[in-house]
């Protein structure tokens, strides 16, 4: 197994935050560097919702609902990210990228040429991975390296 790069997903849930602990130990334990990675599905329009047009016009900022979400990946994978510095993890990165979740990190994982992927069992879309199969279960038959899925 290569071990320059782990790549652990998260989507803020329980299960993310379990699968983090893991990645930072086996970071830590590996001496290699961990990509924290949460996938934004959507990307949202270009759209000022009628809440926000009196914010432009009074304070001069433009907020989009693509700016709302982006921000809001953001700060899902920067949480992951120092909650795996707080557990030990020393060359931590964060990034967000977009589209399918599954597809996403394995993508990712290939780009970066991630030694491995920790992934937790369950995430927030229970009901969708009930109806079109978990995200850790495609990402375990699609990855191009070693995948611990953490319960």
Do not use: Y
């Not at 030694?115 to 927030?124: H, Y």
């Amino acid at each position: 197994m290569n071990t320059k790069l782990i790549l652990c997903a998260t989507d803020g849930s329980e299960h993310a935050f379990k699968a983090l602990e893991f990645a930072a130990d086996l970071a830590r334990s590996k001496n290699a560097g961990l990509l924290v990675v949460h996938v934004q599905r959507v990307h949202g329009s270009g759209r000022i919702s009628p809440e926000m047009q009196e914010l432009e016009r009074i304070e001069q900022v433009r907020v989009t609902e693509a700016d709302i979400l982006r921000s809001a990946a953001e700060r899902i994978a920067s949480e992951g990210a120092k909650f795996a510095q707080t557990k030990g993890a020393l060359d931590v990165e964060s990034l967000v990228v977009e589209g399918d979740a599954a597809r996403g990190i394995v993508d990712t994982a290939k780009a970066r040429d991630a030694g491995a992927i920790v992934i937790g069992s369950r995430g927030l879309g229970d009901l969708q991975g009930l109806l079109l199969g978990s995200v850790s279960h495609k990402v375990a038959h699609l990855a191009p390296c070693t995948t611990i899925i953490v319960r």
